[in-house]
């Protein structure tokens, strides 16, 4: 038999560990083999309709174990068996696809807002299915194009390739078990490779899988994926035996010996032990082998006590949330733990019980992150990103548990695992931030209780929604008849009574918590409930309408005292935007999926590409109105949302949450193609929303900390505008308010928007967000000023209402430069009225910014003057002439009159001499009063402004002298002096130079100080002019310097010829060289001597051996000076002699002083 021996099997092909029910007897065989064990059907046989026993036995192989139908019936005919066998395998495509990719989506179904690429849409249609007896509807396929991206690495993708390249083979179905190999095709790094695939089924469930590849994760591998469309795609080709019990019953015992030997021989490596293990314990009496009657056979299918659940990895699961968590917020993993919340969204919907097994497992990960003890004992919230992610979990903990048919002992089990969680340490609380909790989710007038102090509130997790949902049922009649029916009414004769169960044309209402109901209405949806929870949504509508109509009836009779008050205490104090239950996208997405339109020809291929979504109407099912559909209801309800006026809430994840929910619902809102009649939908509810008072935040009055409208105004202004102008505009100004600044901040500039934390949150410290409401308010006003452009009396409108609401100078800045870009086109004239509007904008921002600092400041005087420019000259004249209420003095010469006499600012307005001599007028009439104000800074651009005019020129310089004592320092008057002799005023150079050294104070040791050159340009200039110049500045040298080298340096150029005498008429220079023994030098040679005898005693008290060196050169510099004198070398040697007498301890400078000096 050697010769006969193959090679072992993989250790991999070993049958999955499925469940081995003892087999006590196989059922007496029929007559012939039945269908499925030929290799086809006759074209007859398949173009003929469903047999009886096929319908049969689908029904029971889909919802009977195996082991209940032999248990039930004593005998089973061979025929029926391999029927049930046959139909046991799973048929419908989708749910491969949803154990092998993240996202599969059927066309007409809105996937989770999370997902994320890789998905693979499916299509729903007919399919042939041999062995079935015809046509079978609703088997689900997967269509195979698409181009390759991101999506083909999918292993559903993977496998679909690997079944249409005919890499399938050797498939065998025993019983409830299929076998076959796939071979990977060889590539350019890879050879060819042949993997072993078994997989174990029940109830048309894959219930486990093993492939001898190895590799592991979430999903099926392609392999198993190929195995198992080759099966639903081509039953006809698959070889089919009944579970191996039954083969083995047929056997004599010399037939059942020969087996037992021949499968020993082909595999003795692996089960030679383990068949003598068997042996010896079925030979002893007493084993517990023989305890039991029959034996475990794999291909038999599960027993009646197994779970009947698709095959989940469990352990796969946990690792990779744990491996997502560990990555933080980088590589994606926020991504693909989304993913896996989408996933689990998918199985729910399938109504699968792997969602709510799935989600357990991600939620004890969750709970196990590290990161949760560190932020608890730092004190620090978690992460932004972090956060979304247990938003998410804990949403899908409400769907789970609200699952209208989930058993008692299942939302039990869900309560004690959740309490269990709730009550550790680490568990994230619901707000995030430890403030103010947010009301029970069973509470339908949340209003009521949040007057109490927090402190007294239990602790409230993020588990505790989904806790109090446990309590939630669906046995109410009143509930079930509007899940189940969409024509359940009130009784005509009812109908003018007051009902909290219907509304006055009978419609059903739903009462209840908005967010809870509205949970309701998602856990339906989820769940695969699609109609019931189209008929809870539109009850949930017509309630809220009724609510709406009360509110505004009991406004009228209160309008005369709140608009006398001007502010409402009145307010929700629950949002429904950025509610962690999203009402609002629940009650959209649930009513617009019906709508969607989806275009089967395209396939989504994974690549992440976004196609917005058509809508059509579809009638309300049941609505005696025939122009209602769920697009207006959907669109309807969404307004009311956002209209909503909401307290904000508490702490800055829950306002950056309520900023962001409110962005993406109008990213969805805005996805909607508005045609007449949701035109008149969104006409009807805007007038409601300006109408309804305090109750909406578009209302005439508002609570002063009410959530500002400006974002979803700005929708509501787009999409009016083109339908009814006048609307828009009112809908947008009444939005423009910002009611928490108005009372303070109408007279003090904010300043700089504010991202984050606000910088004035002493003032507000609950607003967080505050400079991102005020930078959508300036959004706002923007959009309304780009589609007012040319209309002069609306643009007034609107500059009044920006001016009175908006109180940051950087936001109206910026919206003065938007104003102007607009106004000024590069292809068009200029629109003057909007021009208009830049300028007041940016004369506002001068007045807010004039006594703040502001880094941009200089950035907007200039801009101002550009934009006064385009106007034209009267706002040249005007900001001229009332500079002191704009600019600094110093910004009105340097910046503003400069610019404006400039010689582009001439051309760019041609102006004539009349024109061009008033604006003149007006900057030298600034300039004065400017170096009146702030002579130190504004007198030299006054003078340089006035020097074309005489008299004001002469005012200026006037100013000058007169402030030269007070307030000046000497580099101020030394420019000033510089720029007098620059135009030709030598003489008056001079005395502002000799003002200028009378403020000047050198140390000996400020040898490099910056006023230097400029005290060595004072003495030229006086030398130049003469010696009486020379002889009065050199005492106020000699007063005002004390370091000998820059003495010694004045001293040398004094002594040379004089450099000229600076162009003045009747003086000429004699060229004789001045004496330093005769006045005016004699003094400051005096000087000079008596500065280096000071300084060398000065250098000596603290001088280093490192420095000796320098110290000589400077006596030698000193010595030069010294022999100016006349007795020069007897001082200087005198000198000498007293430092050697003085110093004498310091032998080794001496002895330096002694080589050098004698």
Not at 525 to 534: K, M
């Amino acid at each position: 038999m050697a010769e006969g021996r193959r090679d072992p099997p993989h250790p991999l092909l070993s049958l999955p560990p499925a469940s081995k029910r003892p087999c006590l007897r196989p059922a007496p065989r029929g007559p012939g083999p039945g269908p499925g064990y030929s290799s086809g059907l006759t074209s007859y046989r398949q173009r003929s309709p469903e047999s009886l026993l096929d319908c049969a036995a689908k029904a029971v192989a889909e919802k009977w174990a195996f082991e209940r139908v032999e248990e039930r019936f004593e005998r089973i005919p061979e025929p029926v068996q391999r029927r049930i066998v046959y139909w046991s395998f799973p048929r419908n495509e989708k749910e491969i696809c949803m154990y092998s990719s993240f996202q599969c989506r059927v066309f007409g179904e809105e996937g989770p807002s999370t997902a994320t690429t890789g998905a693979v849409v499916v299509g729903v249609g007919p399919t042939t299915t041999a062995g079935g007896g015809g046509t079978t509807t609703g088997t689900t396929t997967v269509g195979t194009t698409g181009g390759v991206g991101t999506g083909d690495a999918l292993p559903f993708r993977r496998g679909i390739r690997l079944l249409d390249t005919g890499c399938v083979e050797n498939v065998l179905q025993v019983g409830f078990h299929l076998s076959g190999t796939v071979t990977e095709p060889a590539t350019t790094l890879d050879p060819e490779v042949t993997h072993k695939v078994a997989i174990s089924f029940d109830r048309c469930k894959i219930t486990s899988v093993t492939c001898s590849c190895g590799d592991r994760d979430i999903f099926y591998c392609a392999h198993v994926v190929a195995l198992s469309l080759y099966r639903i795609r081509k039953p006809e080709q698959v070889k089919l035996r009944l579970p191996i019990s039954e083969t083995l019953f047929q056997m004599n015992r010399d037939q059942l010996q020969k087996l037992v030997q021949y499968l020993i021989t082909a595999h003795h490596t692996e089960v030679l032990p383990t068949a003598q293990k068997l042996a010896d314990e079925i030979l002893s009496s007493n084993s517990e082998i023989n305890q039991v009657h029959g034996a475990p056979d794999p291909t038999a299918g599960a027993s009646i006590d197994d779970d009947n659940c698709w095959h989940l990895d469990e352990d796969q699961v946990r690792e990779q949330v744990k491996h997502f968590l560990s990555q933080g917020g980088y590589y994606g993993s926020g991504k693909q733990i989304n993913s896996m919340f989408a996933k689990v969204r998918e199985m729910l919907r399938m109504r699968d019980s792997n969602g709510a097994r799935m989600l357990t497992l991600i939620t004890e990960q969750f709970m196990a992150d590290p990161r949760l003890s560190l932020w608890r004992q730092q004190g620090a919230g978690m992460t932004d990103k972090c956060r979304q992610l247990w938003d998410e979990l804990s949403a899908l903990w409400v769907c789970v548990v609200l699952n209208p048919h989930c058993k008692s002992e299942e939302k039990s089990s869900w309560l004690m695992q959740m309490k269990k969680w709730s009550d550790m340490d680490v568990c994230p609380l619901e707000d995030g931030n430890y403030g103010r909790e947010l009301p029970n989710i069973t509470n339908a007038l949340p209003q009521s209780n949040l007057a109490q102090d927090s402190l007294s509130r239990p602790r409230r997790t993020v588990f505790s929604r989904a806790v109090e949902a446990c309590n939630l049922h669906w046995q109410g009649s009143h509930l079930q008849r509007i899940i189940s029916s969409d024509y359940y009414m009130s009784p005509s004769y009812q109908r003018d009574e007051e009902s909290l169960l219907f509304n006055p044309q009978g419609l059903p209402l739903w009462l209840d918590h908005v967010p809870t109901a509205c949970a309701r209405v998602d856990a339906l949806r989820s769940h695969g409930y699609s109609r019931e929870a189209l008929r809870l949504a539109v009850a949930i509508i017509n309630t809220l309408r009724l609510l709406q109509q009360r509110e505004m009836d009991i406004y009228r009779h209160q309008k005369k005292d709140l608009l006398q008050r001007g502010v409402t205490t009145t307010t929700n104090l629950e949002g429904w935007v950025g509610h962690p239950l999203d009402p609002i996208g629940c009650l959209f997405t649930t009513l617009t999926e019906t709508c969607r339109v989806d275009d089967d020809s395209t396939m989504d291929t994974g690549e992440g590409e976004h196609r917005r979504p058509v809508y059509h109407h579809v009638p309300v099912w049941g609505s005696h109105d025939g122009g209602e559909s769920y697009l207006t209801l959907a669109l309807e309800v969404t307004l009311m949302g956002m209209g909503q006026q909401r307290i904000m809430p508490e702490g800055l994840y829950a306002q950056e949450k309520v900023c962001r929910n409110e962005e993406q619902i109008v990213t969805k809102l805005q996805e909607l193609e508005l045609d007449n009649v949701l035109v008149q939908t969104l006409r009807r509810q805007a007038i409601q929303l300006l109408e309804a008072g305090p109750f909406s935040g578009l209302g005439e009055v508002t609570h002063r900390e009410s959530v500002p409208m400006h974002t979803f105004a700005k929708y509501l202004f787009s999409a009016l505008l083109p339908h009814d102008a006048d609307l828009a505009y009112k809908v947008a100004l009444r939005a423009m308010r910002l009611p928490v600044l108005e009372s303070s901040a109408a007279s003090v500039d904010i300043g700089q928007p504010r991202h984050g934390i606000s910088i004035i949150t002493n003032r507000y410290p609950r607003w967080f967000t505050l400079g991102h409401l005020e930078t959508q308010q300036c959004e706002l006003a923007s959009t309304m000023l780009t589609a007012a452009k040319g209309d002069m009396l609306r643009l007034r409108t609107i500059l009044e209402v920006i001016q009175k609401n908006i109180h940051s100078s950087s936001l109206i800045f910026k919206l003065a430069q938007d104003a102007f870009k607009i106004a000024t086109p590069a292809d068009s004239p200029p629109d003057i009225t909007l021009l208009n509007v830049a300028l007041e904008l940016g004369l506002q921002v001068m007045r807010m910014t004039l006594s703040t600092l502001n880094w941009r400041r200089r950035e907007m005087v200039r801009w101002l003057v550009t934009c006064a420019t385009e106007v034209g000259l009267r706002a040249l004249v005007s900001i001229l002439q009332s500079w002191y209420t704009l600019f600094t003095p110093t910004e009105s010469t340097s910046i503003v009159a400069a610019t404006v006499m400039s010689h582009n600012t001439i051309l760019r307005l041609s102006l004539d001499y009349n024109q061009r001599e008033e604006l003149a007028s007006c900057a030298r009439t600034l300039a004065l009063q400017c170096a009146m104000k702030d002579p130190q800074n504004c007198a030299l651009s006054a003078l340089t402004l006035c020097e074309k005019d005489h008299i004001t020129f002469e005012t200026a310089y006037q100013i000058v002298i007169d402030a030269a004592s007070t307030g000046m320092t000497y580099s101020q008057l030394f420019t000033i002096a510089r720029y007098m002799e620059h135009r030709g005023y030598p003489l008056r150079s001079f005395k502002l130079a000799s003002l200028a050294m009378s403020h000047l104070n050198l140390a000996y040791n400020q040898d490099t100080h910056p006023a230097i050159n400029d005290v060595l340009w004072a003495c030229s200039l006086s030398h130049s002019l003469g010696k009486n110049e020379l002889a009065a500045i050199i005492p106020l040298v000699v007063k005002g310097v004390h370091c000998a080298t820059v003495l010694s340096d004045i001293l040398r150029r004094c002594t040379m010829t004089a450099p000229g005498l600076a162009g003045i008429p009747g003086r000429r220079n004699s060229g004789k060289l001045m004496a330093t023994d005769k006045a005016p030098l004699r003094q400051l040679l005096d000087a000079t001597i008596s500065a280096y005898i000071n300084t060398t005693h000065s250098r000596l008290t603290h001088i280093s051996p490192r420095h000796y060196g320098e110290f000589i050169e400077f006596l030698s510099k000193a010595r030069e000076t010294f022999l100016l004198a006349q007795d020069g070398h007897i001082q200087f040697g005198q000198f000498i002699d007293n430092l050697k007498q003085i110093y004498k301890g310091k032998k080794k400078l001496m002895m330096l002083v002694r080589e050098r000096f004698g």
